[in-house]
């Protein structure tokens, strides 16, 4: 395999002669102690790997999610969204997406607009006479925001699904992964002027998944709903998914995911500090989406005397995007109490978008939008240096962004190449349509 | 995200001015260097994360097994027992189970009933000023046995499946979480009176599966049979299950669990040694695995005239119960037979319950109660330090107080609530009684 | 649980009486600097550990993935071989293949054969007085390695599905996992001829894909196609998978264990550089698969005029193969072309073999063989040590001596007991053949 580096660790001993003998001061010591912070480096740079692995992991989760909860007769193409998403993700983030997300000083526009240009990992070897280990890896990192953009487009998919145009939606997947989320996300990760305005996000409440939730309403908006899901009388028509196997297990993965998704937002691994504060982060992500799991199980038992299951899920899912803004800082009582809040709005806005007639085909908007804009806000029920107004000038802001901009592109696509298949193709369904083949190609359809 | 802990090694430098200068006794040096102990801290919270988070996914591997061994008209209430009773396991092991298992000084009744008392974990940041790095954060120790509780839970809800009522079902869920598992496992892992007597189980043949176990065939003797199950002339029908994919999909995600679920439970990962334990816990518990599904194929062919890929599933998961008592100490050799005995188990137990009449749906009480038992005595077979009349000792006691209290309960609950849902509901399935809604509604039904 | 292992750091300290005084030079302090040797040794093996979990996924990956592609007649047959194949490597590797792999010193046939007897683990708490802290566990290596060649038997299995016999095609797992696979591997990974000459294969391009690859195609030409699958007229028949929704989450799959199949293989986590590295292959394996997935779609649309999921989820198993031979040296851009190179040849590839009527069930000869090749050839472009003719020669010699012995073993399998099923159970399904059960039985046939 390679040349082995065994002597790693020696060339960062040479470099400090004095390793702890602790006659200087401590920060002066810190500072100078290679060794020590080469094993932070790794700690941290291992962290963001796994991390990373878990938060790819959740495109599976939304793939699985998505394929049952449309039609068994649109599933075929609802994976091939979701697995071409991850994939265009990964190279429309490489080459745009990482620089205009973390311009470092290379600000085009300062605060405002990042850097345009590849990503550039660091040479094999970490060749450089003097490397930086004060952070992590530059792949390690890259790796690790790549699955956020990633995510982001996810929950796009599943609100469009049944009826929208596999191209024209990939190519809004390649505008929103190399442009609308690394832009607005440079204003707060990028150290741009949100974060300058000390507007706190943690793991991204709102720098993801309220992205990826406007970025769905424009499209739901222009799009229209799915033919027959709405009466002529005003009724709304339930289209169970097909396969509820499938969209619990898409909710288990997700749920895993989710502990490198907010975990790995710590962002430092090199001290016992930051590792317990990732142990409360997990603690604190797991019991928040409890908490929307049982709220939305007691609710749909009060209100409708029966539990859904979809709403179980999409109540797990709500009480960990409730949570993401911030992991860290409640009591497991604290955050268990907002990821219920989070699995209460979501068996509200269901029914709520019904009555707007917005089609959101596995309710992707309650979850991460709605969900996202009270988790960003609950930031300042335990973070004291959470201030109100900034989360809901940012809130407002990114989403006046990501709504206006998706839905401009929406428009543009709408009128150019048209989003929505026609009417024969959508009632045969998308997968003999439009790919040629069906996902179940034995099983008869209900 | 958070103020940088750069300064975290630092900070143990300065409070070691001696380090690595051998001029103590060893041992004081190693008490004395919280630089090193940072390390260590780091890397035992790290592995106790990663074992945690699989675990958690076990919870996934349980949906799915179960979700494809009932029948399509049950799915839906299963996933929904399985998500509701992952959650309850959060909540409820926060607020009583946690401190209730690890009472550390404030036993109730000394050994025998723990303290009372919601989890705390330690502060942000570990604000402490002389936090205690000897071993791993209160968060991540917490995120690692919280899953352990679910995972107890999560094998109830199988041998039950397809007849009982969802709230009667979640309130037992409740007290096995909060009251059941906790106390006893506090006997042996919190360090009662099980432990002083020298018990020995490693990660949980005992403590975790057998008590799932001994929960589940008290609650199947007073819920019933499923009708249909076995005739009046005395005959067992077989009830395939509906999705063979699903179950060997959880099967899959219990066996790769498992490596968490064992390698953790050396809970120190801060030297050489310890990491290479855990490494030969991962190799033996692969090769359990792969010894109880081989004796299930080859037995299967050889007493039925055709591999029962059902029996397979089973017996991997026998062979992975049979090894969690000691996964340490056998050679590969012995732990691929120590699993291929789970896996035999299995075999012959599943037809015995039938002949008793003890209507097991997805084969939980074999694959952890009797391949549970039969770990627990297998440790003296390569510990030293076991006694088989301790491991006796501690099996019928565990086992008798489990499923004593678990009768109880089932019993309670039965004649107040009621467990079983009506006749009719049970014909019709689950799903449309409980539920009003279809896991596969688009797909016929045989 | 175990006895604490408190004193492990401390014992390294102890044999370090000048630890981090760097009064002789690098090297030396180096190799005599136990305490970061030890350090270096846990983070190495953890990284084996969690390296070797994520390959073991893939095992659930292959099932899926093929119980996806087979008609639902023959998916319990196909999940049945896949977990018992996974349980043969286990015992068979442990048995025979490891030292045969890694004989060290002790070669049967000095580079060519290696040694035989099984694996031995370290002693539990690493007794030796003292242990060598320059690699990793051996039980970590063991794992590691052992889940590689189960990779390669599951390759096998998706080719030859739908037809062969269970016990006969279980009979080559065993050959396969216990001395072919191995054996050519020693040439390369255990320091054999093909090392010494300097061939390159960093994860398996051609060790492990175009092997697996190679006992495929034997076996499809000695079994071949299946009924229906090639006209009289010379046309070819699609026969399309039963479940798209599982070959998608197995791509998945595959796609996640990747990570650790690339990446553990860089071998050493024990320095700055080597973390970095592993970075990059995590990035460049993801961007890899990427690169087949969007290739594949691009071109089933420009040739077919509709895109195919199929190809796309084997585009980006392809991309994944071809990125496997040298994930390291390429820069993000140039491993998506690999990778997309890898997608384009198995959208041309798999109508090739159905020309030749070669029926290759899943398309595992397409993605493991032929982008293995490309794989192997490509490390040229970006490795400066790799010399294209030693590369091709490895090719052809490893190719031959796998497709040689493995044709060899077919011929005879085929000749004694029989390799394909009778003509009606083919028909009917070889669940109800083989297991008298079937995956679905709730569900219509079509």
Redesign the interface.
């Known amino acids: ?2 040349t ?11 470099a ?2 004095s ?4 006659q200087e001061t ?2 002066a ?3 100078t ?1 290679p ?9 941290t ?6 991390a ?3 938060v ?2 959740m ?2 989760g939304f ?2 999610l998505e ?2 909860l449309v ?2 007769k649109n ?2 193409m609802q ?2 969204k ?3 998403l ?6 429309f983030y ?1 080459l745009i997406g990482y620089n205009l997300m973390y311009p470092g000083d290379g600000w085009t526009i300062d605060g405002i607009l990042g850097a345009f240009g ?5 040479a ?3 060749a450089e006479t003097t ?1 930086d ?2 952070y ?5 990192d ?2 690790f925001q ?1 699955m956020f953009c990633a995510t982001t487009a996810s929950i796009v998919s599943g609100t469009l699904a049944e009826r929208i145009k ?1 191209w024209p939606f990939l190519i809004f997947v390649v505008i929103l992964t190399a442009l609308i989320y690394p832009i607005q996300a440079s204003w707060k990760w990028g150290g741009g002027f949100l974060d300058g305005m000390g507007f706190l996000d ?2 991204g409440s709102t720098v993801v998944h309220s992205v990826g939730g406007w970025a769905a309403l424009a499209g739901a908006l222009i799009l229209g709903p799915r033919i027959g899901k709405y009466t002529a009388a005003g009724r709304t028509v339930p289209i ?7 969209a ?2 898409g ?3 997700l ?2 995911g989710w ?1 490198g998704f907010n ?1 790995g ?16 982060i ?2 604190n992500t ?2 928040a ?3 929307g ?2 709220a939305a ?1 007691a609710l749909t038992q009060l209100v409708y005397g ?5 709403m ?2 999409n109540g ?1 899912l709500a009480g960990l995007v409730s949570i993401t803004a911030e992991p ?2 409640p ?3 604290a955050a ?1 109490l907002i990821g219920a809040v989070g699995g209460t709005i979501v068996v509200f806005a269901v029914p709520f978008l019904d009555r707007l007639k917005i089609d959101d085909v596995v309710g992707a908007i309650p979850v991460h939008l709605f969900a996202g804009i009270w988790g960003t806000l609950a930031v300042c029920l335990s973070n004291g240096e959470a201030s109100l107004g900034t989360q809901l000038y940012a809130i407002v802001l990114v989403g006046g962004f990501t709504f206006g901009l998706s839905g401009a592109v929406w428009l543009v696509l709408k009128i150019t190449l048209g989003i929505r298949v026609g009417e024969e193709d959508e009632i045969n369904g998308l997968d003999m349509a ?13």
């Not at 590849?118 to 660091?122: D, I, N, R, T």
């Not at 169970?240 to 499938?246: C, R, T």
């Not at 937002?265 to 090199?270: A, R, T, V």
């Open positions: 395999m390679k082995l580096e065994k002597l790693g660790l020696a060339a960062a001993i040479i400090a002669p390793l702890g003998i602790a401590a920060e010591v810190a500072d102690t060794q020590n912070a080469e094993i932070g480096f790794i700690f740079t291992f962290m963001f790997l796994i990373g692995f878990l790819f992991w495109a599976a793939s699985m394929a049952g039609r068994s599933v075929a994976l091939t979701n697995i071409a991850v994939s265009l993700a990964a190279v490489y590849p990503a550039v990992l660091e094999v070897g970490l490397p280990l004060t992590a890896s530059v792949g390690s890259f790796f790549l596999l943690f793991a169970p998914g097909s396969n509820l196997a499938l619990t297990l909710t288990f993965i749920w895993l502990f975990g937002s710590q962002l430092y691994m090199d001290s016992a500090a930051n590792v317990a504060d990732i142990s409360r997990f603690a797991n019991t989406a409890a908490g799991a049982l199980l029966k539990p859904d299951l979809t179980v899920l797990a860290l800082m009591s497991l009582g268990t439009e790919l040629g083949m069906e996902a179940y190609p034995e099983f008869s359809k209900g």
